[in-house]
């Protein structure tokens, strides 16, 4: 037992020393952090970094970050931190190979004289990715909606917080893709029933079947595509892969139409897999 206490000293001093490497390990020269050593969270390890003013960010990296991710963790930390009406109890920031995620745990969070602290008990969530979006839930009563959208500032991410928080109905009608699809669904179904009485039997036998649903179908997927239409036979391989594979992410279904020889970009996968299958 003698030998225990050098054991757990020597334990400790190897903690230390390696979460002295680690915060060490990115570069943080000419940024607005200094590395203040590390804090085990939820089975994870973050770098503590220092703001200079009082702030605080845990960092941990899934991927090594390259300098243009660390400045681009620097530039949404203190555009976050200016923020007139919130002000964070913690800040958190995970580095993945395809992504930046930071989540920002509320102290206060008022909007137009509005408290909302309590309606986002997850955070704010930012991402930068290709673009800089937001992406978090907020609970009104007993709906929870995801607010989601381009980041572009204090004013938009707001506002979408206030308008999900004060009137969830009105907000799902307005922003969630899913809502307008029912409602041509719906609009679909009462042109046909209109049809049928106008026509008749026998007018609606001649009918092409399903023309009004393909019709909507078009422009939707269009709309989604900036305007631009997707070729139909590529819509239906895709459909096609989807429904031999239910469980087929975007990502494997654009490699899986890329071995077949169909050209489709992300932007029309992702307008075909919400029209389609309802999923986004």
Known sequence: MKGALPMKRFALAAAMAAAALAAAAYDLSGSIFTAQGERAEEGRTFAVLADGSGGELLFFAEAEPDPARMKALEALYESARSWPGFAAASVRAVNYPDRLQIVLIPERFEVEG???????????????????????????????????????????????????????????????????????????????????????????????????????????????????????????????????????????????????????????????YLVKFGEY
């Open 114 to 272: 509005t408290d909302l602290v309590q309606a986002v008990p997850s955070g704010i969530q930012l991402f930068r990715g290709a673009a800089t979006e937001y992406d978090f839930k907020v609970k009104s009563g007993q709906s929870v909606l995801r607010v989601r959208g381009a980041y572009t500032g204090w004013d938009e991410l707001s506002a979408a917080a206030l308008a999900a928080y004060r009137d969830p109905a009105a907000f799902i009608q307005a922003r969630d893709p899913l809502y307008v699809l029912k409602r041509f669904a719906e609009l679909e179904a009462k042109v046909a029933a209109l049809e049928g009485i106008l026509l008749g039997p026998a007018g609606a036998e001649g009918a092409p079947a399903g023309d009004g649903a393909s019709r909507i179908e078009r422009s939707l997927l269009a709309a989604l595509n900036g305007g631009v239409p997707i070729a139909e036979a590529s819509v239906a391989k895709l459909v096609e892969l989807k429904r031999s594979e239910p469980s087929l992410s975007q990502k494997s279904a654009a490699l899986a139409l890329k071995a077949a020889g169909v050209k489709m970009s992300a932007k029309e996968i992702s307008a075909v």
